[in-house]
């Protein structure tokens, strides 16, 4: 007996403030719901969705709305965790792109699947986690990462992408390249399936987990402890975006020349800096703001967090507009001082 297929979940003039993890306003002109890799082909087919310009969101955690938008919003819901295969040398773990990331995370070491516990409490969808290749504590997504499908937003064709077809760099993949061959706009990621070595190694190499062993006296964590460590050490520095509206950090930190770090250095010499593998210098980007006399400021209705300068805050009904002013004077004070441009993280619409 032929299914009748359940229509599209479509919202008119949505409200996205519960959608985006600073708490912005903003209306969708449509919202579409999609819970399924059929949900986004029903986009594509649709006579008016299909040639619209698109917008997808995950959860919302790496956006600043400034405005209503016309494009048609997709909103990812596809559900579902499971244990795809179990290996001699990995666990290889599958979820569907609208799971919660912490959740995912959470699950897995419940499981006993440790690998993804320095990843714990980022705000955000699974979708979402390739898109800015996350990363904290000296673990990124694509160290975990075995493969995703996406379908394409103008074919409707499903695809799988390995991590080199994701095109991984700090906090930037494919999915965020406009230019040739990137996928900005696209494609939707529909499955995310992540690869969890075995034997598990533990990664204990940033300060704060440092101090962490310092402090406890356990040089030998279990995955069950680095990740409630994780947990305090973000709770204790981060803002939770369902009491205080923020993105997490609002800035990349900057990578410079050994000249250019060099002449910093010289000026300032307690700036923080880490030397990175092909000889260019990370600078801190929270210290660069901090020592700017950036932390804890407000501006109109946005704010910098009183923990972390790095991270910009929501103080109560800012509008998208309030957190660019917010930024562009920060840019300019870190500019003026050090001659360095910072670069946003999240992506401004
Ligand atoms: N610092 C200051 N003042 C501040 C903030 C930071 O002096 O107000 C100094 C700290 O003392 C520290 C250094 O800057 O020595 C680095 O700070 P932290 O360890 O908090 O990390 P971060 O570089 O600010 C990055 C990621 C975070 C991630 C943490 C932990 C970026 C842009 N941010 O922050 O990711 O959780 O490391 O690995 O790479 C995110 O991307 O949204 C995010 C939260």
Same mark, same amino acid.
């Given at each position: 007996?032929?299914?009748?297929?359940?229509?599209?979940?479509?919202?008119?003039?949505?409200?996205?403030?519960?959608?985006?993890?600073?708490?912005?306003?903003?209306?969708?002109?449509?919202?579409?719901?999609?819970?399924?890799?059929?949900?986004?082909?029903?986009?594509?087919?649709?006579?008016?969705?299909?040639?619209?310009?698109?917008?997808?969101?995950?959860?919302?955690?790496?956006?600043?709305?400034?405005?209503?938008?016309?494009?048609?919003?997709?909103?990812?819901?596809?559900?579902?965790?499971?244990?795809?295969?179990?290996?001699?040398?990995?666990?290889?773990?599958?979820?569907?792109?609208?799971?919660?990331?912490?959740?995912?995370?959470?699950?897995?070491?419940?499981?006993?699947?440790?690998?993804?516990?320095?990843?714990?409490?980022?705000?955000?969808?699974?979708?979402?986690?390739?898109?800015?290749?996350?990363?904290?504590?000296?673990?990124?997504?694509?160290?975990?990462?075995?493969?995703?499908?996406?379908?394409?937003?103008?074919?409707?064709?499903?695809?799988?992408?390995?991590?080199?077809?994701?095109?991984?760099? &700090?906090?930037?993949?494919?999915?965020?390249?406009?230019?040739? @061959? /990137?996928?900005? *706009?696209?494609? %939707?990621? =529909?499955?995310? #399936?992540?690869?969890?070595?075995?034997?598990?190694?533990?990664?204990?190499?940033?300060?704060?987990?440092?101090?962490?062993?310092?402090?406890?006296?356990?040089?030998?964590?279990?995955?069950?402890?680095?990740?409630?460590?994780?947990?305090?050490?973000?709770?204790?520095?981060?803002?939770?975006?369902?009491?205080?509206?923020?993105?997490?950090?609002?800035?990349?930190?900057?990578?410079?020349?050994?000249?250019?770090?060099?002449?910093?250095?010289?000026?300032?010499?307690?700036?923080?800096?880490?030397?990175?593998?092909?000889?260019?210098?990370?600078?801190?980007?929270?210290?660069?703001?901090?020592?700017?006399?950036?932390?804890?400021?407000?501006?109109?209705?946005?704010?910098? &967090?009183?923990?972390?300068?790095?991270?910009?805050?929501?103080? @109560? /009904?800012?509008? *998208?507009?309030? %957190?660019? =002013?917010?930024? #562009?004077?920060?840019?300019?004070?870190?500019?003026?001082?050090?001659?360095?441009?910072?670069?946003?993280?999240?992506?401004?619409?």
């Amino acid at each position: 007996m032929p299914t009748t297929p359940v229509p599209l979940d479509v919202q008119h003039r949505a409200s996205l403030r519960e959608h985006n993890s600073f708490g912005l306003p903003a209306v969708a002109r449509t919202l579409v719901r999609l819970r399924s890799e059929a949900d986004v082909r029903r986009v594509v087919d649709h006579p008016d969705y299909g040639v619209a310009p698109k917008f997808v969101l995950g959860g919302g955690s790496n956006v600043v709305l400034t405005r209503d938008i016309d494009s048609v919003v997709l909103k990812v819901e596809i559900a579902g965790l499971r244990l795809l295969r179990e290996k001699a040398d990995a666990w290889i773990v599958e979820a569907g792109a609208g799971e919660s990331w912490h959740a995912l995370v959470a699950w897995t070491i419940e499981q006993g699947w440790p690998g993804l516990e320095n990843l714990a409490l980022i705000p955000g969808s699974v979708g979402a986690a390739p898109v800015q290749n996350i990363g904290a504590y000296g673990v990124e997504l694509k160290d975990r990462f075995d493969s995703l499908d996406a379908v394409d937003l103008v074919t409707g064709r499903s695809v799988t992408l390995d991590a080199a077809a994701c095109r991984f760099g &700090y906090r930037d993949s494919v999915f965020k390249q406009a230019g040739f @061959g /990137g996928l900005a *706009g696209k494609s %939707v990621i =529909t499955r995310v #399936r992540l690869r969890l070595p075995r034997p598990w190694q533990p990664v204990l190499g940033y300060l704060d987990l440092e101090r962490k062993i310092a402090d406890t006296g356990n040089a030998r964590p279990d995955a069950r402890t680095v990740f409630d460590w994780v947990c305090a050490i973000r709770r204790a520095k981060l803002p939770d975006p369902a009491l205080v509206g923020n993105a997490g950090s609002f800035f990349k930190n900057p990578v410079v020349s050994p000249e250019q770090c060099r002449d910093i250095i010289g000026r300032d010499p307690e700036i923080v800096h880490y030397p990175m593998a092909d000889g260019s210098i990370k600078l801190a980007a929270g210290w660069l703001i901090d020592a700017c006399g950036w932390k804890g400021k407000t501006v109109g209705r946005a704010g910098v &967090y009183e923990r972390q300068a790095l991270v910009l805050v929501n103080r @109560g /009904g800012a509008s *998208g507009a309030e %957190v660019v =002013t917010l930024a #562009r004077a920060i840019q300019e004070s870190v500019y003026g001082r050090f001659g360095i441009r910072l670069e946003p993280e999240p992506i401004i619409l």
